[in-house]
């Protein structure tokens, strides 16, 4: 472990230990906010709510049927809150309250009373046990979903319940204010400022209140929202994350008459053309740095508030992301450095990786990882290898914390190495665009440096590169030099590699036809797996070149659409397709 490495944990470890001194210092305060509602305000407005909503899961929730998360719990008449949770995420799903939208959207009688019920069942309980149901991300959410949800709960309601409803809501923001000392950096505290945000926008007599939750809010905006509108973490998802909360926000400010801070703005503007930066043709978005699978609706929804309807910028300098795009071609790559360590127990090793899609139709992917159930492939998904990159000597390019001691410590495992230096240089050629890129990732173990170059044609139906590795130092000699440089395939794509062992034939949904080609070396197509799907996990192919820097310092290769439909195509290359196994 480098010197370097030593500082970053040493830092991390400083950082999350004055968290928890000062946590336990406010603790006795925070115990008795749980207990103490303070003073009981009147609503004065509910917020909007941009998730999608389905009517018919009301009918489950009244039947004591809880689906979330990909899991079901049937209540059979117990309240739900004293049921063991069948994981982590149905838990936070459950305790953060946002399924009452759904109820809101049947809009009846019998699902306005199963609201206040569930509501008033959860209120009821002792200390409501989990300690899952006060992390301060699920406490946020909560506040949030029952400023949102108010109408529901509240029209027909009578006295009592509205006042057992207001005096909970208020010791659950106290709780929010108190435990602002230990939560993490990253997306967490901003949904935290931003449930205390609206908090004092939606109760009478906040004005002080509304004055310091903008203010830490706009700081904590300003920290978190990088220039060209990428999160800190470089995680596409953490803007799919924020948006839907920030937009209902920036309303609820000129609901109340009020001016919403200029950070707010800012950040909003900034973020929206990220939206379409990220987005292929299918509407899905780029899997890098922890993005999964994104509700196809809710990215609609907030597409719509984007003014400038534009298309997407070429260069994203600030988050380290680039993208080509000619014709129905669009190619979108990593060419940053990793995330600070603070911010990057999500963050991937997938330096120059990138991802390739054809119109409605991706192609080229990384991995990703699962919407839910994170835990059992989290490891691999972080890897280099989970990315369609070049991987030296099956070594991922980041160096991430590895004790489980210290990952109990820090929650997570952050990257604490890797690449310090990454290079972008992107022209305009009379042949199309010129993107070249580098990093150093394994200059400090192994002694080289990772260039890959890219160009995509004018017309977008060829795309040629070059893998090349470069003497970091004199002091390379006698280290291992094998590498292997990965392209993995979306799983509606079907591949054959060619009887030369030099190609593959790709056949997409739409039934267009394109071949890879690597100039001088063997082919393989080897087995792999699509962890973002929406149904979950999902096997797939890559395609696989694996060389000896003494032999091959780099590897030439290409993608060319072809012109004939899959048809024509197969009938030609039947000389050259290797035999298929029979089944």
């Known amino acids: 472990m480098s010197v370097a490495q030593r500082r970053r944990i040493s830092s991390l470890v400083l950082g999350r230990a004055a968290r928890k001194v000062l946590a336990s210092a406010s603790g006795k305060s925070v115990a008795l906010s749980r207990f103490w509602p303070g003073r009981t305000d009147r609503l004065l407005i509910a917020p909007n709510d941009l998730r999608t909503v389905d009517a018919t899961r009301a009918s489950e929730i009244y039947a004591g049927r809880f689906v979330f998360a990909g899991k079901i719990v049937s209540s059979h008449g117990r309240s739900i809150f004293d049921l063991d949770p069948p994981s982590e995420d149905w838990d936070a799903n459950l305790l953060g309250f946002g399924w009452l939208r759904h109820l ?29 149901g006060w992390r301060p991300d699920v406490v946020a959410r909560r506040v949030i979903s029952l400023l949102s949800q108010a109408p529901l709960v509240l029209n027909d309601a009578d006295s009592r319940f509205y006042r057992r409803f207001l005096r909970n809501l208020t010791r659950e923001i106290r709780y929010l204010r108190y435990t602002m000392l230990d939560i993490a ?20 007599n906040q004005g ?40 209902p926000l920036r309303q609820t400010f000129a609901a109340r008459n009020m001016a919403p801070p200029s950070a707010l703005l800012n950040a909003i503007d900034r973020m929206m053309p990220m939206l379409r930066f990220f987005r292929h043709g299918d509407g899905s978005f780029a899997l890098f ?37 000619a014709g129905a071609t669009a190619l979108i790559m990593d060419t940053g450095a990793p995330p600070p360590a603070a911010v990057s127990r999500d963050a991937h090793a997938g330096c120059l990786s990138f991802e390739l899609s ?50 109990r410590m820090l929650e997570g495992a952050p990257i604490v190495g890797g690449p310090a230096t ?47 590795l470069l003497n970091a130092s004199n002091s390379s000699r006698g280290r291992a030099d094998d590498y292997v440089v990965r392209f993995h395939l979306h799983p509606s794509v079907k591949a054959n590699r060619l ?37 979950g996990p999902r096997r797939t192919t890559q395609i696989v070149i694996r060389q000896s820097r003494k032999d091959a310092p780099s590897i030439r290769w290409n993608f060319v659409r072809s012109s004939s439909s899959a048809a024509t195509t197969t009938a030609r290359r039947d000389a050259r397709r290797e035999p298929e196994l029979p089944l």
């Open 104 to 132: 809101r959207a049947a809009d009846t009688a019998i699902t306005r009373a199963n609201a206040r019920s569930l509501i008033d069942d959860w209120i009821s309980k002792p200390i409501r046990r989990r300690g899952i």
């Open 185 to 204: 950096d990253g997306v967490p505290r901003l949904q935290v400022l931003i449930a205390l945000c609206y908090a004092s926008l939606c109760l009478a």
């Open 208 to 247: 002080k209140q509304i004055r310091t939750a903008s203010r830490r809010l706009s700081d904590e905006l300003q920290k978190q929202i990088l220039p060209d509108g990428g999160h800190i973490s470089r995680n596409p998802g953490a803007l799919i994350e924020l948006l839907p909360d920030l937009l």
């Open 289 to 325: 740095n922890g993005m999964s699978s994104a509700p196809s609706g809710l990215l609609a929804t907030l597409l719509a508030y984007d003014d400038t309807h534009g298309i997407p910028m070429a260069s994203m300098p600030h988050s380290g992301f680039q993208r080509l795009e």
């Open 358 to 407: 054809s119109g409605p139709s991706r192609i080229v992917v990384n991995c990703g990882i699962p919407a839910t159930g994170r835990d059992n492939w989290r490891a691999f998904s972080r890897s280099t290898a989970a990315h369609s990159t070049l991987t030296y000597h099956d070594t991922s390019s980041c160096q991430f914390v590895k004790l489980p001691a210290m990952k």
């Open 422 to 468: 990454v290079g972008a240089f992107r022209e305009a050629t009379n042949s199309g665009v010129l993107l070249t890129t580098s990093h150093d990732g394994y200059a400090r173990q192994f002694g080289v440096v990772h260039q890959r170059v890219l160009m995509l044609s004018e017309d977008g139906t060829r795309l040629d590169g070059e893998d090349t």
């Open 499 to 535: 009887s030369d062992a030099r190609g593959v034939i790709l056949v997409l949904p739409n039934r267009d036809v394109w071949t890879f080609e690597a100039l001088d070396d063997k082919v393989e197509l080897e087995d792999s797996v699509f962890l973002a799907g929406s149904d």
